[in-house]
């Protein structure tokens, strides 16, 4: 039996019209996900360091320490499966998950600015059951399996941000058609 282990790091941002998650466009799945990926050999015994690589990787040219960290949700990976995996050509995997959470170190809007819109999408939560933006599973599980679902996660800023002054491009429209997922 195949395993697997994955790390994602939530980015809960307080937007003063409510809640949102930032995602980053999945190229290969041409989906919206999370920012993660999976735990190298020489990161088993610290998950935490696979989250900051692949944020490291994945926010660039935001850098760790100085513009984030990242925080643990739980303590032990979640495990499900087994399950067809898409990357393995449908072999049956057993997932082992942990979640982390972003918080941002210095203010948001100058750090999301850095960021290329293109590749990044903030989307309030209450429109990820019925936007037109296809959402990648790893969003949909993160919902499922987290205790309290996104409220247990914690926000990335302490303030709420103004959607206006977010960077073009970055805020999903409004307009919504069927739910994915």
Avoid: C
Avoid at 30 to 59: F, I, K, N, P, Y
Avoid at 79 to 86: D, K
Avoid at 141 to 160: C, H, K, M, T, Y
């Amino acid at each position: 039996m195949r395993h697997s282990n994955v790390v994602y790091t939530l980015i809960r941002i307080p937007l003063s019209t409510g809640p949102a998650l930032l995602l980053r466009r999945h190229e290969k799945w041409g989906d919206w996900s999370l920012v993660g990926g999976h735990v190298e050999e020489d990161e088993l015994d610290d998950w935490g360091q696979a989250a900051l690589r692949e944020a490291t990787e994945e926010m660039e040219p935001l850098v760790a320490g100085r513009d984030f960290r990242v925080e643990p949700i739980h303590d032990e990976p979640i495990v499900w499966g087994p399950e067809a995996s898409r990357s393995a050509r449908g072999e049956r995997t057993i997932y082992h998950i942990q979640y982390f959470t972003l918080v941002f170190l210095r203010d948001p809007l100058t750090l999301l600015d850095l960021l290329s819109p293109p590749d990044f999408l903030l989307l309030e939560e209450q429109k990820l059951g019925t936007t037109e933006h296809a959402l990648g599973n790893p969003v949909h599980r993160a919902r499922r399996f987290l205790q309290g679902g996104f409220d247990s996660v914690r926000w990335a800023w302490d303030e709420p941000l103004e959607p206006s002054r977010l960077p073009i491009g970055m805020q999903a429209r409004s307009s919504v058609s069927g739910a994915t997922g």
